[in-house]
């Protein structure tokens, strides 16, 4: 993990747009991060490695996602209302009793990933890779 990139979401959302504008195509490593609790809404976590993070009870509704690796990460009790997911790879990942309504999710990985008690209502699904065997109708 980067402390320095870290410590950009102690800021706004704003801030953390910026870093992307002027280091863009760096990746953020943020990797076994902990984030347990904190407000991260509308935060942009694009291409960010985000391996082995905690975000166990973290609001990141309308947060975005997109091309990140979530890879065994612990959002468990988290709220990702509206939250982007494209093309995100949650394998392994605790998504337990994660309110995802009104996500856009495309092209995401859950293989392998825990979702039980996960909301689905109104998220945009299309081509998700979900984890063998689960009922997906069963969430949402």
Request: glycine residues 8%.
């Amino acid at each position: 993990m980067n402390q320095e990139h870290f410590d950009l979401f102690s800021g706004s959302p704003e801030d953390v747009s910026a870093w992307h504008r002027a280091n863009s195509p760096e990746q953020l490593d943020l990797a076994g991060a902990d984030f347990s609790g904190r407000d991260l809404a509308g935060r942009d976590f694009t291409r960010a490695n985000l391996e082995r993070a905690n975000f166990s009870g973290a609001n990141l509704d309308e947060a975005v996602f997109s091309e990140a690796s979530l890879r065994r990460a612990n959002l468990n009790g988290a709220s990702m209302k509206k939250a982007t997911l494209y093309r995100t790879n949650c394998t392994g990942s605790d998504i337990s009793n994660v309110d995802l309504a009104g996500a856009n999710m495309y092209r995401c990985v859950l293989r392998e990933a825990t979702i039980t008690g996960a909301n689905f209502k109104t998220a945009a699904i299309f081509k998700v890779a979900w984890p063998e065997g689960v009922d997906v109708r069963a969430h949402g």
